[in-house]
């Protein structure tokens, strides 16, 4: 089992950056995508990017390629999201995930068995 943590949260003008960390605790199996989902107030959970914790394959939702980076380190357990050019429809509450069956829906929140509790990210304008 594992239990994903976030970190590197904050509030930051549009344009700006933020770096943001998952701390993996426990064992990440090999068949796991470790993921990003964000959810902005009244709306649903969406997707924003996945990373093979084996092989790293990566995905990105349309609305962050070119501008957000997933990147993993599995001595330490860690999934990093490097968040560029930001924009106030970031703003949300970011996830981080990990699961066993990313690779048939990896945009699905249901493809993921393990969440962390979140990190707000504020773009202000």
């Known amino acids: 089992q594992v239990q994903p943590a976030e970190s590197g949260g904050g509030l930051v003008q549009a344009g700006g950056s933020l770096r943001l960390f998952c701390s993996a605790s426990?064992?990440?199996?090999?068949?796991?995508?470790m993921g990003w989902f964000r959810q902005a107030p009244g709306n649903e959970r969406e997707f924003v990017a996945t990373?093979?914790?084996?092989?790293?394959?990566?995905r990105y939702a349309d609305s962050v390629k070119g501008r957000f980076t997933i990147s993993r380190d599995n001595a330490k357990n860690t999934v990093y999201l490097q968040m560029n050019s930001l924009k106030p429809e970031d703003t949300a509450v970011y996830y981080c995930?990990?699961?066993?069956?990313?690779?048939?829906?990896?945009?699905?929140?249901?493809?993921?068995?393990?969440w962390g509790q979140g990190t707000q990210v504020t773009v202000s304008s």
């Open positions: 995930a990990g699961g066993a069956s990313w690779r048939r829906d990896y945009v699905n929140t249901r493809a993921y068995s393990y």
């Open positions: 426990g064992r990440v199996c090999a068949s796991y995508g």
């Open positions: 990373i093979s914790w084996s092989d790293g394959i990566i």
